[in-house]
């Protein structure tokens, strides 16, 4: 399998020869030999949209590998004997790093008193008074390498928190976010203009702006109950089993609220936010031809994007894998993951959404479009503290804490079947 940089490379050599074609054929070119150029150029064409294709997801399982490399790397540098930060017998000048007094902290279950001199000097440059009691009551911030990790496993509890299928857009602030908009297909310039005529100023022809606009709606994960006896009987880094209970509760919410969101005081989700492409004949079937139909519902201009593809819940999918086209053959085809091919659904690739409405009378069971006009807002990282008071005691308490909200860019760009 070619990597992406040489397929990029390919293709701009098919550019560079299709242009050449181009180039060989001018005004006193026989008509005969400008159609074989121009054929030679549609085919060159034609393999340069698949080199294109064959791009975008090398390109996509690069980035893939890349984070997964960073993950194990993190992991890695983590893997650090624990037992030796609240040693007394600490000398060789070794810093205490945050992260591994944080672990201390949480087996001690928030006693400081029994925690090594260095120990409490590494918590103390990150404490952060989260009570109205005494400063032993309060707690401490988790190590940022949990915050990569929720971020992480929060995308692949939900796909709607995922940069390789929408837009995401990250910043520090909550302010509103105003997303300019226009709809200019049905614009048309004037035909037939008499030579000398004076040009029409009625503001008929106006091109009309609009807007949508994105907040910071708020999700926290209530509080979890970690137990001294788990803290204490614990020979593991407590971390990853925090960050996957957590991202388990609030990427699941998330995720909720960016699929089917009202926009009302939460996000619009993205099946909220599309239009009509084609009601089903049936309310618990969908056939062949409604999920061909629901494709030419949405515009060309969008079904060449990258990130075009449908989207559904698994069961739904299920019920498609099951139809065959006029031949004989699946719609839905298998693809190959030794050389990166993916699985696809009339050609295209699809993406499974557990939150998304199952086959039943009126839902929006399946989204086709490009899913890249949906917008992700995401401010700041995940928030992540952890407190001992005498509600939690002599456990602690950790909870996250997220701001995000979405919308759809351009309605137009993703349509949905609804069941009749």
């Known amino acids: 399998m070619l990597s992406a940089t040489e397929l990029d490379q390919k293709a701009g050599q098919l550019v560079d020869q299709a242009r050449s074609l181009l180039n060989e ?6 008509e005969s030999r400008a159609k074989e150029l121009e054929s030679q150029h549609d085919a060159i064409m034609a393999e340069y949209d698949a080199v294109m294709a064959k791009w975008h997801r090398a390109k996509k399982l690069e980035d893939a590998e890349k984070r997964a490399d960073e993950q194990k790397e993190r992991e890695v540098r983590n893997k650090r004997p624990e037992e030796r930060v609240d040693s007394p017998a600490v000398d060789d000048g070794e810093e205490v790093s945050y992260r591994a007094a944080f672990h201390k902290w949480v087996k001690s279950g928030g ?5 090594a001199p260095e120990v409490r000097a590494a918590l103390k440059p990150e404490y952060r ?6 400063d032993s009551a309060g ?32 910043g520090t602030s909550g302010n509103k976010l105003t997303m300019p908009t226009v709809d200019d297909t049905a614009g048309r310039a004037p035909q037939n203009t008499s030579e000398g005529a004076t040009l029409t100023d009625d503001g008929g022809r106006d091109v009309v702006f609009g807007e949508r606009q994105l907040d910071a709606y708020s999700y926290d994960t209530e509080w979890l109950r970690i137990s001294y006896e788990l803290n204490s009987d614990s020979d593991f880094a407590m971390e990853p089993v925090i960050a996957q209970l957590l991202a388990k509760r609030i990427g699941r919410t998330v995720n909720e609220a960016l699929t089917i969101g009202t926009g009302s005081n939460q996000p619009h989700g993205i099946v909220t936010a599309s239009t009509a492409g084609l009601t089903a004949a049936s309310a618990t079937a969908i056939t062949a031809d409604e999920l061909i139909s629901l494709e030419h519902s949405v515009d060309p201009a969008y079904r060449g994007a990258p990130n075009v593809a449908f989207m559904m819940h698994d069961s739904t999918l299920e019920a498609i894998r099951k139809l065959k086209d006029g031949d004989g053959n699946f719609l839905f085809q298998r693809g190959d993951i030794r050389v990166g091919t993916p699985n696809t659904l009339l050609g295209y690739n699809f993406v499974i959404n557990q939150a998304m409405p199952t086959i039943a009378t009126g839902n929006r069971v399946a989204l086709f479009g490009d899913m890249e006009s949906y917008f992700v807002r995401r401010v700041g990282a995940p928030l992540i503290g952890s407190i001992q008071d005498k509600d939690f005691w002599p456990g602690v308490g950790i909870a996250g804490y997220v701001r995000v909200d979405g919308e759809l860019s351009d309605v137009q760009a993703i349509k949905h079947l609804v069941m009749n």
């Open 25 to 30: 054929i001018k005004d006193d070119t026989e």
């Open 111 to 115: 006693r400081e008193a029994e925690l």
């Open 129 to 134: 008074a989260q009570v109205t009691s005494t």
């Open 139 to 170: 707690g401490f911030m988790v190590p940022t390498e949990l915050l990569n990790r929720l971020t992480e496993r929060m995308a692949m509890w939900g796909p709607m928190y995922s940069s390789d299928i929408f837009t995401i857009i990250a």
